[in-house]
């Protein structure tokens, strides 16, 4: 039977040390939101970022927008938290509404205020293997691997799913810890073939059930980064975790796996930006 692997518990872990670092400095962090429409999902995954945030002595001020706002403004006001030297990190929350081009927006985002690791420069610092921040789903999901001392070294990983979210940033910072990795997505030819190699299987695809007990191999770590919701309205990830369960080594569970590692993640890359920009070695 499969070790779970406690996202939420760890995550406590990590905001505790938060915690005490943003107390030790002169003036807490400020992370600014940018928030347009009213997407429910993007409301609840705000106010859980708000949440977090006041946990960790961290401030927030959150710019909630129509979802008519034009381009224009909205790359106004993304303009003026670039020079508020009172906000240490921004967050655009995404999707943004139809309409709306999302690319020039996050790309005017000052890179040492964007937190998310979204901006070209951030993300070619992560490719040279010098990053500024780490995105944070796949910090994350590096943070629960070391946490429960899987090893990632010479062995196969396995990440399904190639968005520049998740799939891509993960495959090269899993490269970067000498993993090899293979990167598979809907053009893939014979996945379970490909994922029953997997010492280490991350599926980020957003699809119930994508993952079988038939594709694991027995005694792999499997991370379930999607997080999907039901008819019934209860979350699930990729994988049938009543079938993969007693299959694999190691699995996370959704909700409670990767979900608060990547909140997690977020509150350490603003409390990094506030001291890299306060000239606080890291």
Not at 5 to 25: C, F, M, P, V, Y
Not at 200 to 225: H, R, W
Not at 269 to 276: E, S
């Amino acid at each position: 039977m499969a070790v779970k692997l406690d996202g939420a518990a760890l995550a406590s872990n990590i905001k505790a040390q938060i915690r005490e670092e943003t107390a030790a400095l002169a003036r807490p962090p400020m992370l600014a939101v940018v928030l347009a429409g009213e997407d429910p999902a993007s409301q609840i995954y705000v106010r859980g970022k708000e949440r977090d945030c006041a946990e960790c002595g961290i401030r927030t001020r959150t710019h909630r927008l129509p979802a008519e706002v034009s381009q224009a403004d909205l790359l106004a006001l993304v303009d003026s938290l670039n020079r508020d030297e009172d906000v240490d990190g921004v967050l655009v929350q995404l999707p943004l509404p139809e309409g709306l081009d999302a690319r020039p927006i996050l790309h005017a985002l000052a890179p040492e205020k964007d937190v998310d690791c979204f901006h070209p420069l951030n993300a070619g610092l992560l490719a040279l293997g010098e990053p500024r921040f780490l995105p944070c789903t796949p910090a994350g999901v590096l943070e629960l691997l070391d946490a429960y001392e899987i090893p990632i070294r010479g062995r196969h990983c396995v990440v399904i799913g190639r968005s520049r979210l998740v799939g891509r940033p993960l495959a090269q910072l899993l490269t970067a810890r000498d993993g090899t990795v293979t990167l598979c997505h809907s053009k893939t030819r014979d996945l379970p073939n490909l994922t029953r190699q997997a010492d280490i299987l991350i599926s980020a695809v957003g699809q119930p059930g994508l993952v079988t007990a038939e594709m694991v191999k027995p005694g792999a770590a499997v991370i379930d980064v999607a997080m999907n919701r039901g008819a019934d309205g209860k979350l699930t990830g990729d994988a049938d975790f009543p079938a993969v369960e007693p299959v694999a080594g190691f699995l996370t569970p959704v909700p409670g796996g990767v979900g608060p590692m990547t909140r997690a993640c977020l509150l350490q890359n603003v409390l990094r930006a506030a001291r890299l920009r306060r000239g606080i070695l890291c």
